[in-house]
């Protein structure tokens, strides 16, 4: 959890800086909405946003990162996109949060829950994209701490992070996240 002088420091380092960073945190499954966030970026490139992305978790298969990356390679988002692997221990956590601009967690995972990557991504003044997924409702309020969108539509995640970018409104996010 960051301090409230570290989340000042984030906040005033996201105002001056034009790109925006975005973070998923889970396990590399397709219902948990990661190829959506991927399926994105392309969007924000054309809008002219220049967008950098950490993509966080394990792969339950060599072929599910395999078919990651060439999807990478066909969207040309080489130079914007690292998968991070698994990523363990507080410390490594707290410093992709610190890093991250958004997290996004667009999930239909049957039984989400109550993701605890949200739970840490807003006790880090990082503002969150998700879906109505299980008590996900319940833990971000739509247009307070994030945003939260339908699940399957890179377009509309698209949309919230344009949204989010916003200086103004990301710092409100943050501040509403964090409080």
Not at 99 to 120: G, H, I
Not at 148 to 168: H, Q, W
């Amino acid at each position: 959890i960051s301090t409230t002088d570290e989340v000042k420091t984030k906040q005033a380092e996201r105002a001056t800086r034009k790109s925006v960073r975005v973070l998923f945190v889970g396990n590399m499954i397709p219902s948990k909405g990661y190829v959506d966030v991927l399926k994105a970026l392309p969007y924000l490139v054309q809008r002219g946003l220049d967008v950098q992305a950490r993509f966080a978790g394990r792969w339950p298969s060599g072929t599910a990162r395999d078919e990651f990356n060439a999807l990478i390679r066909s969207k040309d988002l080489e130079g914007a996109v690292i998968h991070e692997g698994s990523v363990e221990g507080d410390e490594a956590m707290k410093s992709l949060y610190a890093w991250a601009d958004l997290v996004a967690l667009p999930s239909y995972y049957p039984t989400e829950a109550q993701p605890l990557v949200l739970v840490e991504a807003m006790a880090n003044g990082t503002p969150v994209i998700s879906s109505h997924a299980g008590s996900i409702p319940e833990m971000v309020r739509d247009g307070e701490e994030g945003v939260l969108i339908p699940t399957r539509s890179p377009i509309a995640i698209a949309d919230a992070i344009s949204e989010l970018s916003e200086p103004g409104r990301w710092t409100n996010a943050s501040t509403a996240a964090f409080s």
